[in-house]
Nanobody, 115 residues
Framework: QVQFVESGGGLVQPGGSLRLSCAAS????????MGWHRQAPGKQRELVAT???????NYADSVKGRVTITRTNAKNTVYLQMNSLKPEDTAVYYC?????????WGQGTQVTVSS
């Protein structure tokens, strides 16, 4: 079993920045693609960004140019640097990862963008 734990969420003003972290622990062998998703109240969960083990990235159009996903394989950790935050970025952010075809999710961290 693999556990993912997110941190770094909080309240930020529009135009501000936040850095989310997500660390995996447990029965880890090789974690493949890792990513971040988000779910706003009353909306479906949506992809924010993904990163392969080799470092190839993919971003949702809504966050391109404002968000950067990175990872440290040695620490089994994935990060999400978010800049120029907007109120519509308010959501619970979830990290996930895949190991041997099995997907795992964290419990989520709340990000609120408000003045």
């Amino acid at each position: 079993q693999v556990q993912f734990v997110e941190s770094g969420g909080g309240l930020v003003q529009p135009g501000g920045s936040l850095r989310l972290s997500c660390a995996a622990s447990g029965s880890i062998f090789v974690i493949g693609t890792m990513g971040w998703h988000r779910q706003a109240p009353g909306k479906q969960r949506e992809l924010v960004a993904t990163i392969s083990r080799a470092g190839s990235t993919n971003y949702a159009d809504s966050v391109k140019g404002r968000v950067t996903i990175t990872r440290t394989n040695a620490k089994n950790t994935v990060y999400l640097q978010m800049n120029s935050l907007k109120p519509e970025d308010t959501a619970v952010y979830y990290c996930n990862g895949v190991q041997y075809g099995q997907g795992y999710w964290g419990q989520g961290t709340q990000v609120t963008v408000s003045s």
